[in-house]
């Protein structure tokens, strides 16, 4: 069982920064990669980034690539969100997730998840 509680999302002016932080607990967190998707209003939820807790390996959107940036913790057992240059666009709420599966493709899609955090709001205003 690994618990997730995101934090440091808030209302931030377009061209702006912010960080989040994604708090994980529970056993074997090495054997995981950690996702941050994010979810507009009457959007699907979507892929923004995400990273191997033991390798450290990254993998970006093509739409955040440049701008984000994911890292890890391990003394912490937290993974970051840096956000830079910030758009309207990238208004929504935030979601930490865990999978457990080896496979790179299985990164992108919601589905392959097995835990997820509760969310976090991020608004961007233009």
């Known amino acids: 069982q690994v618990q997730l509680v995101e934090s440091g999302g808030g209302l931030v002016q377009a061209g702006g920064s912010l960080r989040l932080s994604c708090l994980a607990s529970?056993?074997?967190?090495?054997?995981?990669?950690m996702g941050w998707f994010r979810q507009a209003p009457g959007k699907e939820r979507e892929f923004v980034a995400a990273?191997?807790?033991?390798?450290?390996?990254?993998y970006y959107a093509d739409s955040v690539k440049g701008r984000f940036t994911i890292s890890r913790d391990n003394a912490k057992n937290t993974v970051y969100l840096q956000m830079n240059s910030l758009k309207a666009e990238d208004t929504a709420v935030y979601y930490c997730?865990?999978?457990?599966?080896?496979?790179?493709?299985?990164?992108?899609?919601?589905?392959?998840?097995?835990?997820w955090g509760q969310g976090t709001q991020v608004t961007v205003s233009s």
């Open positions: 990273i191997r807790w033991s390798a450290g390996s990254t």
């Open positions: 997730a865990a999978n457990s599966r080896i496979s790179s493709w299985s990164l992108v899609v919601v589905s392959q998840y097995d835990y």
């Open positions: 529970g056993r074997t967190l090495s054997r995981y990669a």
